[in-house]
């Protein structure tokens, strides 16, 4: 390492302030403009800019001095250890937040990095006994932090930083696309534009002669409301090819370091998400035994069972070309469904709308284990368009879909090199002037 190099006390670095909550039952400090981060807002996102719940002025002036600047640096020290992000206009955490607001010889983006790495040490230095793992203000100021000058601290959190740019933008034009392929369905099949606009005398927009020739001119009565004349309600047990969960070993996975990955409800976010530290495995000689359970190119996944008792929150996933895994499975706690009458990208969004979750979400409610079974699930009515619709719409969701899977490969392998860097920069092992293991 650099003799320039530095050690320093996170308390020598700036001002520490550790955060609070305004009382709950003055419903007048909440709501406001003020983000107030807890532990769920820091979800991998080096910048957070807004968080769930907000603050009032009322509510900031009862906290003001917890008041965070942008460019404040927050880790969560109170039962998760580790999460990290940096604040991008003034904002306010809760007690289970420390935070640095770096002086002048610190660089905030590059203080992030190196937290990122202390999740593992702030919680060997913390315990003290008590039933969550807890990093005091105290000691969270007296961790130490290895720094090279201020110069080369900003060239190395602007190589990091670049690697977080290009997956933070992937995440954005994830978002984006999806919300097409969502609107889209939306228009088609929720509000029925293409159905209204020939019933108007007006040909649909942006669709192709061909394509709004496939869509009626006149509505009929069906038990879920008005429909397009034509189309049919069915349920999802009538179009399904493949419902089917999936097998743990006896005695669980928590044995486990290496094998097959095994996908849970936890990991059920959507499309092109997935937190590859909550991995779980099965050995392989288990996954060649197992005849029901392997994922397969854009499958759907449906969270199935667990929570709170009275509560059930179904989610939906899509996954594909070999996102999050080339071979992967699930457990016993979530649903892997097919359909060849409707395609796969017609099935993900109808079982992810709103309408269908809810009602997944009441039966799975009224169980004594929250959850929903085959039956629940085969019973739930939709509404069923022509073949021809549901492939035209499938090809051009399909494109959208494809393209937010090819960007969560990418950003996965974006992740992978900045955390083979990381460690390696923030030691000076290597030097961002000259990409070759710095001398002794």
Not at 117 to 133: D, K, M, R
Not at 184 to 192: A, I, N
Not at 364 to 379: E, F, L, R, T, Y
Request: proline letters at 6%.
């Amino acid at each position: 390492m650099a003799g320039e190099w530095e050690t320093k006390r996170i308390g020598d670095l700036g001002r520490v302030v550790t955060g609070k909550t305004p009382s709950t039952a003055v419903a007048e400090n909440f709501s406001g403009n003020y983000p107030f981060i807890t532990i769920p807002d820091m979800d991998g996102r080096r910048e957070i800019s807004a968080a769930a719940r907000t603050l009032s002025e009322q509510g900031a002036q009862s906290l003001r001095t917890c008041r965070l600047p942008a460019g404040a640096v927050m880790m969560s020290c109170i039962a998760t250890i580790g999460n990290c992000g940096i604040t991008t206009r003034p904002s306010f955490t809760n007690q289970q937040i420390n935070s640095l607001i770096c002086g002048d010889d610190a660089d905030p983006k590059f203080v992030y990095y190196c937290f990122s790495q202390l999740g593992h040490a702030l919680e060997a230095a913390g315990g003290g006994g008590s039933v969550y793992t807890n990093v005091s203000k105290s000691r969270f100021e007296e961790i130490e932090l290895t720094l090279p000058p201020l110069a080369e601290q900003k060239a190395i959190a602007a190589v990091l930083g670049a690697l977080d740019d290009k997956i933070e933008l992937n995440r954005r034009m994830n978002a984006t696309l999806e919300a097409m392929a969502r609107a889209l369905f939306q228009s088609w099949f929720v509000d029925f534009d293409p159905v209204r606009a020939k019933l108007d005398g007006r040909p649909p927009a942006a669709l192709d002669p061909a394509t709004a020739a496939l869509f009626p001119a006149s509505f009929q009565d069906s038990p879920l409301g008005h429909i397009p004349k034509g189309w049919e309600i069915g349920t999802l047990g009538s179009i399904l090819d493949v419902l089917e969960t999936g097998r743990r070993p006896k005695g669980g996975v928590g044995s486990y370091t290496s094998g097959v990955p095994s996908v849970g409800a936890e990991s059920i976010n959507g499309i092109g998400v997935f937190d590859y530290s909550k991995t779980k495995y099965i050995p392989l000689e288990f996954f060649e035994k197992t005849s029901s359970g392997r994922v397969a190119h854009f499958d759907v996944l449906l969270y199935k069972d667990g929570g709170k008792p009275g509560e059930f929150r179904p989610r939906v996933g899509l996954f594909g070309h070999d996102f999050p895994f080339k071979t992967f499975c699930i457990n016993e706690h979530v649903f892997r469904m097919r359909s060849v009458r409707t395609g796969q990208s017609f099935l993900f969004f109808t079982t992810s709308h709103q309408r269908v979750l809810d009602d997944f979400a009441n039966k799975g409610g009224k169980a004594a284990i929250p959850g929903i079974n085959q039956p629940d699930v085969k019973s739930t009515p939709i509404v069923l368009p022509s073949k021809g619709i549901t492939d035209a719409f499938n090809a051009r969701a399909d494109l959208l879909c494809d393209q937010i899977l090819h960007n969560a490969i990418q950003s996965r392998t974006l992740a992978t090199l900045r955390d083979t860097l990381l460690p390696k920069l923030l030691s000076g092992e290597l030097s961002v002037a000259n990409p070759q293991p710095a001398s002794a």
